[in-house]
Structures are given as C-alpha cells and as structure tokens.
C-alpha cells in the first residue's frame, strides 16, 4: 500500500509540473521536482542549439522562436514534457546551420514556464534553467528538429562554509557593478539576492555579468561549486 501511495504521489506531482505549467505558465512544483521529471525524460528532449545563449539553472531567459522547425519543436513540447535543452554550436557550424552542426556537450536544461504563440506563427517563451546536462548523444531524426538523450550533472557536495566568503567576494563585485546601471539591472540584482542557494545565486550573477558566451560556457562546464 505505501508504494502505491508513493508511486500516485510521483505521479500527482508529475501532472502538476506539465499540467500546471500549460495551464498558468508556471509549474508550482521544487526545483527537486523539475530535476526528477528532467531525469524521467532524459532519454529524448528537444535541443534548440543558438550561438551564443548559455542557460545556466535557476535562470530565466526570454525565447522567440521563428524557424519553421523550431515551431513544429515549440508546439510539440508544449504539449509534451516541456523540456528544452540549450546547447551552443561548436566553431564553423556557420556552413552547416541548415542542417545538424556539432554542438558543446554541456548544455542547459530547462523547462518551459509560459508560451504565447503570435498570430504569424512564432512563439514567445519563457524558459527556466533546471540543470547542467552532458548530451550524451543525438538521437536519429524523427522531425524536422533535432532531439537528445542527456545526463543530468548535478553539482559537487560542498561543505556550505566553503562557499561562503568567495560568494560574499562575487557579491560585493557584483553589488559595484550593478549600482551603475539602470532600475532594471537593480530589479535583476534584487531578484538574484532573494536566491536561497549560494550555488544558483553565483550562476546568476555569472549569467548576468559575465562578458561573453565562451566565459559562460567555461563556468557552465564547472561543477566544483568552490571553483
């Protein structure tokens, strides 16, 4: 009876992190419960590979998605597991981008808050960053869009008095720079100082601040949290 009851509870939570997301745009589960129903899926997710976009967890980035295969992507995860891996193209996919280039191995995971599609067929999506994910391999093409299989990364245990003084020394650098920039750069900073995780707090800073999509990838590829 008690696995009965713990497999109906999984499930209840598993209707209210996609039925709940399509329903108000925002999934009223943990980060806990993103990490599991990421886990679940892991064997096939969509990729949307960009340039110069790094998702880093706990962040929030704004999508418009205008390509005809990236449509047909759009509305068949939203009616899905609403699961988007972000990935960056390696050097010279410049030739090849009509096709399937080679991409970083360590992407962004993230799931897809709200979607709004436009009368000329685009979508507006907000995606949340879940997880650092190694893609493991790219699966057979089945759509005009290209999808994976991944390993959720999940970062290394740390003693949290660790953390503490090099977040205190990122913050204070962060404070300098934010305080010369405009009410919606405070909006940003206040929103990332509310972040109870010391680890997720520094993604943020990094995906605010740091110049640049290779510096991004760098620290994405890091997962000593000390480091």
């Known amino acids: 009876h008690r696995r009965r009851a713990c497999r109906r509870l999984r499930r209840s939570r598993r209707r209210a992190l996609v039925g709940g997301a399509r329903n108000s745009g925002h999934p009223l589960v943990s980060s806990d419960e993103e990490l599991e129903h990421l886990e679940e899926h892991a064997s096939r997710v969509s990729l949307f590979p960009l340039p110069s976009v790094v998702l880093f967890p706990g962040d929030t980035i704004p999508l418009q998605i205008f390509e005809p295969r990236y449509r047909?992507?759009?509305a068949d995860l939203l009616e899905g597991n609403?699961?988007?891996?972000?990935?960056?193209?390696?050097?010279?996919?410049?030739?090849?981008?009509?096709?399937?280039?080679?991409?970083q191995r360590i992407a962004g995971a993230g799931i897809v808050l709200g979607a709004k599609k436009l009368e000329d067929g685009r979508y507006l999506l907000a995606l949340r960053g879940t997880a650092r994910v190694r893609i493991a391999e790219e699966l057979p093409p089945e759509h005009s869009y290209r999808e994976v299989r991944i390993e959720v990364l999940r970062d290394e245990e740390v003693d949290g008095d660790a953390l503490d003084a090099p977040v205190q020394a990122i913050e204070d650098i962060a404070s300098g720079i934010i305080g010369t920039m405009g009410a919606q750069a405070q909006k940003v900073w206040s929103g990332i100082q509310s972040e109870p995780s010391l680890v997720r707090r520094v993604d943020r800073i990094a995906s605010s601040l740091l110049p640049g999509p290779s510096n991004k990838q760098a620290l994405l590829e890091c997962l000593d949290p000390v480091e």
Not at 88 to 97: A, H, I, K, V
């Open 72 to 74: 047909e992507m759009t």
């Open 82 to 103: 609403r699961i988007l891996v972000m990935a960056r193209f390696l050097p010279g996919f410049e030739d090849d981008y009509e096709g399937r280039p080679p991409v």
